[in-house]
């Protein structure tokens, strides 16, 4: 299945599993009146109107490049991640609100019966289960959206959990738990939106790479044969994609054709990491003088 059936398939099972959720969860709210669940039910409303968001996201970064996008749509998933931390900013602000409201004012009450328990563990393991699948599709498709959502179902199990804490610790007399929980329902979403951003801020800056797929790059350069050496080296990303521009040091007794090769060589194997989007090489023949140690390549190789 192409990247763009994954990432579209994956971004409807994401709604369609937060929709039925926060209808679960708002039906045992209503029932109970617990802070906690209410604070859930909050919380998959966000996941839900985010999820929207992500669909329609996805669906454009897997456009095919056009005229206006020559490179693709792909420099859009960094964008639709950090509107998902907007979602959870407000989520997160939203809930504390409304368990800190409950605990000044002294109006806590006391949520009993199973459906609440039960609600909170199946939410807990749906959340599990959408966890591993998007971190699965994200890695293995390079998707930062989706990350951010793996990220964001994570945290929701260990809210889930608190969640719990507070709906039992009432049932059994100890109403205070139910917005406690709540809140610390809020900090988990808080801190899973500071996840996103920082996550995604390496796509929108232009940071470089990892040490270790920089390493790699270079690696796959010397290889090549007839590449005597490399220097600098640059590599950053364009989105959730890198470009990598770099020197390769050649003799110059090689003809058009054979330096030709040698570029087209070093380009293909480059390319062939999933990472990669465009590499730029420049040849240095060593007649010219522009042969050059580069303390960050011999690093990089040793």
Not at 237 to 253: F, Q
Request: charged share 20%; hydrophobic share 50%; with cysteine.
């Amino acid at each position: 299945m192409s990247r763009r059936d994954v990432l579209r398939r994956v971004g409807l099972v994401i709604l369609g599993a937060n929709l039925a959720l926060v209808l679960l969860k708002g039906v045992v709210w209503t029932e109970t009146g617990s802070l906690a669940v209410g604070s859930e039910a909050v919380n998959s409303l966000a996941d839900t109107a985010y999820s929207l968001v992500i669909v329609a996201g996805l669906y454009l970064t897997t456009q095919p490049p056009d005229f206006e996008h020559p490179h693709g749509h792909e420099r859009i998933e960094p964008f639709v991640s950090l509107f998902v931390a907007v979602g959870i900013f407000a989520a997160g602000g939203i809930i504390l609100w409304q368990a800190a409201s409950s605990l000044l004012s002294g109006d806590v009450g006391v949520s009993r019966g199973p459906a609440a328990v039960a609600v909170l563990v199946f939410s807990g393991v749906l959340k599990y289960a959408l966890y591993r699948y998007c971190l699965s599709a994200g890695r293995d498709h390079n998707s930062p959206a989706l990350v951010a959502t793996a990220l964001d179902n994570r945290n929701d199990i260990l809210t889930a959990a608190a969640a719990l804490v507070g709906v039992v610790g009432a049932t059994l007399g100890y109403p205070v738990l139910d917005p406690i929980a709540a809140m610390v329902v809020s900090a988990g979403i808080i801190y899973t939106g500071v996840e996103v951003v920082r996550d995604n801020l390496d796509y929108l800056v232009g940071a470089a790479p990892p040490e270790e797929l920089r390493a790699e790059i270079v690696r796959r350069a010397l290889e090549q044969e007839d590449v005597e050496g490399a220097h600098d080296v640059i590599a950053h990303y364009v989105g959730p994609e890198i470009d990598v521009s770099l020197h390769v040091e050649v003799e110059g007794d090689k003809t058009l054709f054979e330096a030709h090769d040698i570029e087209t060589a070093v380009i293909e194997a480059i390319q062939e990491l999933p990472e990669v989007d465009d590499v730029f090489v420049h040849v240095d023949p060593k007649e010219l003088g522009e042969w050059k140690a580069d303390a960050d390549v011999d690093r990089l190789v040793d």
